[in-house]
């Protein structure tokens, strides 16, 4: 199995149950992401036009008997466009972003929102990018079977808890498992190529802020504790470290037994804003102007900060040498190049790009199981 992917902490711990051959997983975060029940449909229109590959949304059924359920209790779903002529056979998931819950406020509140409940999740949503239809747009994974997974539990497919006060069901990790289920009965578990991407969140955000405080570690640590990762995080991290740390992907990276490809940076502009210099860690707003315009950034700053890449295959696409994202993935993938690539530090590549309220992490690893 081959995982490509922008997230960090729990993903890595949740492929090993599965030993597949042939199949993509990613985790991507949409480009409008709001805590509000606005029409990805509409957005998805106005940004690729008319002409943009809608695919529906295909409910769980069988994940109701097994508890897997979105925050407020409804059934999980996914999208997928089935593949065809060389790539029938070959699948890519995309598991979709979107943020963390991490008290049982935020948790109510995200629970009336596509990110809680099947009840708001867009219909319809357009595959672009990796999960793009058009070769000219997606060159190797075009005609592959395509799906995205939706992302309805608050804590990245891992928590397996409730809070019965707050009527919250936090089943992350059963509707990882009943997805994959009811994939592979639909023709999954004959896969010959398969491919994870995944997109999301801070890798290596350990660190303190610019106050000296652990701003982010205190979300994991609320992820965690409220959500009851604890029993899915990896054994041999827990065995010599606290819950929090072992959701912090440094720390179990390292007995992933598989090659890693990281496309990008560790900050970005949301994390730099809520993580790296938020408001509690800079009373005097030092940063304020920093955070939002990196050329208004001091020297000793500028060491703090790295931004994303965003693109796939377009005329944009940030690049690897002279390669953008797609070739230099799918040379990877099909082992078309055997060499290592190293960019220069950010922010010395200019073909990089920065959207506010975008994470940063790119992955690629090669997972054989």
């Not at 050329?295 to 040498?321: H, I, M, Y």
Request: with cysteine; proline share 4%; hydrophobic share 35%.
């Amino acid at each position: 199995m081959k995982l490509f992917g922008f997230w960090a902490a729990a993903v890595l711990c949740l492929f090993g149950a599965w030993e597949v051959n042939g199949i993509l997983e990613t985790i991507e975060e949409e480009l409008f992401y709001t805590e509000a029940s606005a029409s990805y449909y509409n957005e998805s229109k106005a940004v690729y036009g008319n002409n943009a590959l809608l695919v529906g949304l295909t409910l769980i059924k069988s994940a109701a008997a097994k508890g897997a359920v979105c925050l407020d209790g409804t059934l999980p779903g996914y999208h997928w466009h089935r593949g065809y002529g060389s790539g029938a056979n070959s699948w890519l998931i995309q598991l979709e972003g979107g943020g963390w819950c991490n008290t049982v406020r935020a948790c109510v509140y995200r629970k009336k929102t596509r990110r809680g409940s099947s009840n708001y999740m867009e219909k319809l949503l357009a595959f672009t990018g990796i999960l793009s239809n058009k070769p000219e747009e997606n060159p190797d994974f075009f005609n592959w079977n395509r799906i995205k997974l939706r992302y309805c539990d608050g804590a990245s497919f891992t928590g397996d808890s409730e809070h019965k006060a707050a009527e919250l069901q936090f089943r992350g990790q059963r509707i990882w498992s009943a997805a994959m289920e009811d994939l592979m009965s639909s023709g999954m578990r004959y896969a010959n190529q398969h491919l994870t991407y995944l997109f999301s969140f801070p890798f290596g955000n350990f660190r303190v802020d610019v106050s000296g405080g652990r701003t982010l570690r205190n979300v994991y640590s609320g992820v965690v504790g409220l959500q009851g990762l604890q029993n899915n995080l990896p054994r041999i991290c827990i065995n010599h470290l606290d819950p929090t740390s072992c959701f912090f992907p440094q720390n179990i990276i390292g007995n992933v037994k598989a090659p890693l490809f990281i496309l990008n940076t560790a900050y970005d502009s949301w994390q730099i804003q809520s993580s790296l210099a938020p408001p509690s860690a800079d009373p005097h707003g030092y940063w304020r102007n920093c955070t939002k315009d990196h050329s208004k950034c001091s020297a000793s700053q500028l060491q703090f900060l790295q931004e994303r890449q965003d693109t796939w295959f377009a005329d944009n696409s940030p690049v690897l040498g002279n390669k953008p994202i797609a070739l230099a993935v799918g040379d990877w993938y099909f082992d078309r190049a055997g060499k290592k690539a190293i960019d220069c530090p950010y922010p010395c590549d200019s073909s990089c790009h920065n959207l506010l309220g975008q994470y940063s992490l790119y992955f690629v690893t090669e997972a054989k199981r």
